[in-house]
Nanobody, 123 residues
Framework: QVQLVESGGGLVQAGGSLRLSCAASGRTFSSYTMAWFRQAPGKEREFVASISVRSTIVYYADSVKGRFTISRDNAQNTVYLQMNSLKPEDTAVYYC????????????????WGQGIQVTVSS
């Protein structure tokens, strides 16, 4: 079992930056691929980024490539999402997710989810 708690969300102006954190419980964090998804009002939850257990493989949605960076610290059981050059269309609830083993970019790949945290980008 993995429990995930997101932090770091909030309100920011367009062009600004935020750093999301996701703290995971459990001693096997380093065995889980971690990811961030987001869900805007009235839209489906969509993949944002994922990172493999040793940080060697990362994937990004096209919409965030070059602006967002996912990273993890296995010693601290934490995954991060650095978000730069934020746009109003990045406004959404952001979710941290975990799956045992290899990478995945589909919502159905992930077994464990955080409660979500709001990110609002004003124009």
């Amino acid at each position: 079992q993995v429990q995930l708690v997101e932090s770091g969300g909030g309100l920011v102006q367009a062009g600004g930056s935020l750093r999301l954190s996701c703290a995971a419980s459990g001693r096997t964090f380093s065995s889980y691929t971690m990811a961030w998804f987001r869900q805007a009002p009235g839209k489906e939850r969509e993949f944002v980024a994922s990172i493999s257990v040793r940080s060697t493989i990362v994937y990004y949605a096209d919409s965030v490539k070059g602006r967002f960076t996912i990273s993890r610290d296995n010693a601290q059981n934490t995954v991060y999402l650095q978000m730069n050059s934020l746009k109003p269309e990045d406004t959404a609830v952001y979710y941290c997710a975990a799956k045992f083993g290899g990478s995945g970019t589909y919502r159905s790949d992930y077994n464990y989810w955080g409660q979500g945290i709001q990110v609002t980008v004003s124009s």
